[in-house]
């Protein structure tokens, strides 16, 4: 149906450095490159120490822009390459690939510059601590930056001849960022104020004109999205309404939103959600597909289930593995390194070709397509937004609605299907175990709460794929299971925190929808040994990377650079951060368990950041469900049952959204302890109405259980009185 191209200069282009023995799809489009590369590992270090050269550490992605800019600017050059063979020995570094390291390079030269980002550019000592950084430097001195050249002679020249201060330089950045994620609390000390301190803050950045929060460039911030959103579903209030909907329908009507294919692009670079940086990620869609299910929920905005629905038909379409399962990682911003959007964009002469004049004047009406768009690199080239609805373009042209709507379908259809003839930007097809779990999630949210079969067959078969292929009760998780490029290396890479927490997330979600107890203990089992590979028993909290003694890798062996640093990852950014998403993972087993150290564990974990965590804003926003989590009672939804009474009582649960609430369905013949989790197997095997074999529903909190509900109203009521915040 369509090919992926890739940039030019990967095609057919011998390998001129180490690269091509990666198995990232971002380092094997440099294995051309006259830059020497090295992968990250002991030989690079062990290089740099026998030569006595700093090392260039190269952080970006395949999706990023501005990292296959500075690739054609810079590292493609061979004046370049010469400077760089000749003084540093140079290190490339996928920061998907490699979280812990981007990390915590990201937070050195963030201290040294006051900004981080990709591409990230590194100076290193030979035993790999920082010295001096950026982000992306230009050819020639512009944007306020240095060339690139004159950065490399410079730093080489200071290695070579201030070296003391260098060295000196290092140790303090080492030392900053040891601190850097330091949060003192006292244990025990976790309240709801933190909860409302944190909703406060979002709302005094909330753009009242565009929707989203701050100015440009703009992010859409979906923990941030989902804390307002439960905090409206349990309080109410026209204000919090009022941010939800204009930030959602804001965002899904501009350019940010692909109005043709579906699916969200990374950022807009503009307050007003028109012109997007086009790169589009499988954790935002993820997470942003929860939050538009969520308000359908909370605001029965019919608006926000179409938005939810045709996210997903891009990421079936574009980001699923439909014959293994499975969610790819991303689809790049371009196909070419001159080209800046121009897939997605287009411009008026474009439209018209492949148009009626009849469509293409609506389309136009529509979507804003004028002779002078939104691009600055080609004026004519239009992004697609929502600049007139049906209504206002039936009374300009004095057309009737139906026939309006009838236009812009068939328009969007045939555009939809000229864009497809384009060059098409690489999809980068690596899964990834926690992104994929994130995506898992989201599709059974979607697919239990909007009714949609294949969203929650593929859903599973996605998490099973992840099971069978990423986790080993002795090895623990991975972080990779496929690769993009079938020509790469296998590599074992290790699973990370947040591959773990959302992992147990997605096999609970799996078990709520589906009452497969074996999904329950896969999460019960990879919580586990998420706590005894990642947990802090002295100070409370996960450390992001396992093992306890942080001058050692994973794999046992002296941690190269400053990766023996320690840190307990608690901010949003990119995706929810992993300390918190771990608390939300235990808290939900302890429902399910009533063990003790599950919520003690989750409570130490939420204590550690108690002292700092008003001052980071929406950035805590995860923290802060997670405090919603903490503080209060967990409920769970039985139904029992398997005819349209119980169908009947199911949809009810599930449509009334509380973020501590659980809905299980249970044919009756499932519903006996040795087919539940502890905690329910003490109290609904114990109801009468299971003898009666009538379909009923059942709430039970803090371990205790209602009456059965054997009607609509009955139940409505009882999660009515569930859904009031705690006292």
Known sequence: MFSFKRYPYEMNAPASNALARASSSYLRSAMHQPIQWHEWGEEAFAAAKRDNKPILLDIGAVWCHWCHVM??????????????NENYIAVKVDRDERPDIDSRYQAAVSALTGQGG??????????GKPFYGGTYFPPQDQYGRPSFKRVLLSIAQAYREKNGEVVEQANMVTNAISQAESFPGRSGDVSPMVVDAIVESALKMFDERNGGFGKAPKFPHPSTLDLLIDRYARTGGADLRDVIVTTLEKMARGGVYDQLAGGFHRYSVDERWIVPHFEKMCYDNSELLKNYVHAW???????FAEVARDIIRWMDEWLSDRQRGGFYASQDADYSMDDDGDYFTWTLEEAKAVLTPEEAEVAA????????GEMHHNPAKNVLYIR???DEIARRLGAGEDRVRELLASAKKKMYAARLQRPTPYVDKTVYVGWNAMCVSAYLDAARVLYIPDALHFALRSLDRLLAEGWNGERGLKHVIAYSDPKAEPRETAGVLDDYAFTVIACLD?????????????ARSIADAMIARFFDPVSGGFFDVAGTVFDKSAEGQKALGILGTQRKPF???PTPAGNPAAAISLLRLYGYTNEASYRSQAGQTLAVFTGGAEKYGMFAATYALAVVHFTQPHTQVVI?????VADRLSRAALQALSFTKAVLCLPASLAVPQNLPPALAETIPNLPALREKVSFAVICSGFACQAPAFDLADLTRQLDATSRPAA
């Open 365 to 372: 009406l529509h979507y804003d397509i004028n002779e002078i």
């Open 297 to 303: 929920q909370a605001t029965g905005n019919e608006f």
């Open 510 to 522: 799996a078990y709520e929808a589906t009452s497969d107890l074996s999904y329950y203990r896969f």
């Open 118 to 127: 990709w591409p990230l550019t590194g100076f290193l000592t030979p035993d």
């Open 388 to 390: 007139a609805g049906v």
């Open 71 to 84: 690739d054609r600017e810079s590292y493609d050059d061979a004046e370049v390459a010469k400077i760089v």
């Open 571 to 573: 901010q949003d950014s």
């Open 640 to 644: 029992v049952g398997r005819d349209e």
